[in-house]
């Protein structure tokens, strides 16, 4: 399975956008990209899913490069409530393997 | 979306004792389960797989003797922790997946075990 790398820890504004990169440099052919947003004492939720290129659904935005060896998690203008550890998965639909994520701090 | 409930949230147990975690998908079917475990301020690690009416594969590490997990329906699927130690105390969470492949996976709200 294909490591995946985040930044332990980023801060953040109310209304500002925020952008998390996940590197995942040994991403194989079948492997799509997913992200998850956990609260504490909470199971994690799904946010988005991509294999190529940009999806957007209500919540986020996923962009990802050509070569597939990284992503960027786009949150739009991020309330308090966004305030969570964000975790980057990428799989072909065996086994979710979860990284040390991103805990995102949103200050108001 | 779909839902897959977890019970109970919380439990206390004594050293020693044995404690059986429910995982419940409620409105779909899962042929695969997943169970992880979670220390304080640490990320999900996975315990174990666990396909209906089949065996569990459990990850490296992990005593299959002393997590024993049943999945005896598509929709139900059981952890149990055998002779607990406090070293066992830590937050379980269940995950199953709608359809086999790639796909949004859903998790259980977690149970928080207190071996005392």
């Known amino acids: 399975l294909a490591k995946t790398t985040q930044p332990i820890s980023m801060d953040s504004y109310e209304g500002q956008e925020v952008n998390i990169t996940c590197s995942h440099n040994?991403?194989?052919?079948?492997?799509?990209i997913t992200w998850y947003q956990q609260f504490p004492s909470q199971g994690p939720r799904f946010i988005i899913q991509?294999?190529?290129t940009k999806v957007t659904n209500e919540v986020a935005s996923l962009f990802i490069p050509a070569d597939r060896k990284s992503s960027t998690l786009s949150l739009p203008r991020v309330s308090l409530s966004d305030t969570a550890v964000y975790y980057c998965l990428v799989g072909d639909g065996g086994k979710l393997i979860f990284g040390q994520g991103t805990e995102l701090s949103v200050k108001p | 979306g779909a839902v897959v409930s977890q019970h109970p949230s919380r439990v206390i147990c004594k050293s020693g004792t044995s404690v059986k975690i429910e995982c419940r998908s409620l409105d779909f079917q899962a042929t695969t389960m997943f169970w992880y475990r979670q220390f304080p301020k640490q990320s999900l690690m996975l315990m174990a797989t666990s396909n209906e009416g089949s065996k569990a594969t459990y990850e490296q590490g992990v005593e299959k003797d002393k997590f024993l997990i049943n999945h005896a329906s598509l929709t139900l699927s059981t952890l149990t922790v055998t002779s607990a130690h406090p070293e066992d105390s830590s937050f379980y969470i269940c995950?199953?997946?709608?359809?086999?492949?790639?796909?949004?996976?859903?998790f259980g709200q977690g149970t928080r075990l207190t071996v005392v």
């Open positions: 040994n991403i194989a052919t079948n492997d799509y």
């Open positions: 991509g294999y190529k």
């Open positions: 995950s199953a997946r709608v359809v086999t492949g790639v796909g949004e996976a859903f």
